[in-house]
């Protein structure tokens, strides 16, 4: 990491914990490593992202995407036909002096190769048990993807939404990996989020698909507010494919250290329904009305992570300028994705002030995520709305009761605007 990128990632870090977006969990006996938890911002910045990514998806004529939630714990036979069972390994090695283990392909460069054991494999899957009694037939995994959920249920998504090609089904939660080198705060960890979509079509119809998907995910991450130089395409070579895929490419991140993976977008084909099909003897096929053929429909996936992608956020989003000789630090998330996007500021604590705060709250909170601020001066409420990443504040102050209006201020440009308090809600809804 250069300097300043280094300086970008503690300050991240270190807001992360101060503002309550993100907490070292178990902190109070002294963490546990890799293990994040998300506070009262963190939480409803990683909802909105979902929500957004879920509005998106959504959204468009030519798509059709259905939800489902799948369990964590699953048949092991799922994972036995999905292949994780014998292929979800990295190449690890043990550094011989200190009994560290590292990726294969992820050695500090300070240790020198003599010192390193044979690359081994380890498989990333959790394991554990269900039911009173432990035995090889109680072993369970911790879903280590979502997309597993989704091929098992193929045939009731298809059966019951009379679904026709091209569709897609699309899962969001948890997932777990005992990754060996987890690290740089919630880039990767053991325990994650991950939003995945699986998209049905017809061998024809691969290629236009995959680059649809590439482009509209792309698309979806500047809508965010990530800048273009921060983002780039990277097709995967041929021996970095996983098992499943002819075809990936990885949308990257500039993130604080370089370049690395944000969401990765592959073309399946036909193997987990195949897969599933020969283990489970259920039929997984779709018929084909135009054809009456049953086909095996040919799968691109985009697979992004959640938050991992909130991490690219508070990366790109966080910026500094000055402000009357002193440095403002803020985020700039966009109006849809702010953890609070109005603060309701009364300019003192007097009881008229307080009641008028309220009543517009009441009002905006219906639409919109608000909160009401009272603590410290003006000035130093600004600054901690600026931090938080707060589009807009509403000064409610000694005129308001006459003029029946308020001070809003953009935390972008810091313009200020008087606006009668009965127009607030027209205008929030046409920014
Ligand atoms: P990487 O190469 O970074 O280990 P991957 O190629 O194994 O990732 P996929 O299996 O393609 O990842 O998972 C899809 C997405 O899930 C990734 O693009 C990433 O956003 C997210 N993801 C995967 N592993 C982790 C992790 N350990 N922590 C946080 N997010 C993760």
Known sequence: MEKTNKDLFEKIVTISQSRGFVFNASSIYGGLRSSYDYGPLGVSLKNNLAASWWRDINNDDVLSIYPVDTAIIQSSEVWKASGHLAEFSDPMVDHKPTGERFRADQVPDDIKKEDLTEPRHFNLMFETNIGPVKNENSAV??????????????????????????????????????????????????????MEIEFFCKEEDQEHWFNFWINKRLDWYKSLGISEDKLRIRPHEEDELAHYASKTSDIEFMYPWGWGELEGIANRGTFDLTSH?????????????ETNKKINPVVIEPAGGLTRTLFAILCSNYDEDTVNDSTRTLFRFNFD?????????????????INISKEIKNNLQKSFRTEIDLTQSIGKRYRRQDEIGTPYCITVDFETADDKSVTIRNRDTMDQERVEINKLHHYFENI
Do not use: C, H, W
């Open 277 to 289: 099909e020969r283990e489970s003897g259920k039929d997984l096929t779709y018929f084909d009305p």
């Open 337 to 353: 994705i702010a953890p609070i996007q109005i603060a309701i500021l009364p300019l003192s604590k007097k009881d008229n002030l």
């Open 141 to 194: 995994y911790l879903r280590p993807e979502t997309a597993q959920g989704i091929f098992v249920n193929f045939e009731n998504v298809l059966r019951t939404m009379r679904a026709k090609l091209p569709f897609g089904i699309a899962n969001i939660g948890k997932s777990f990996r005992n990754e060996i080198t987890p690290g740089q705060f919630i880039f990767r960890t053991r325990e994650f989020e991950q």
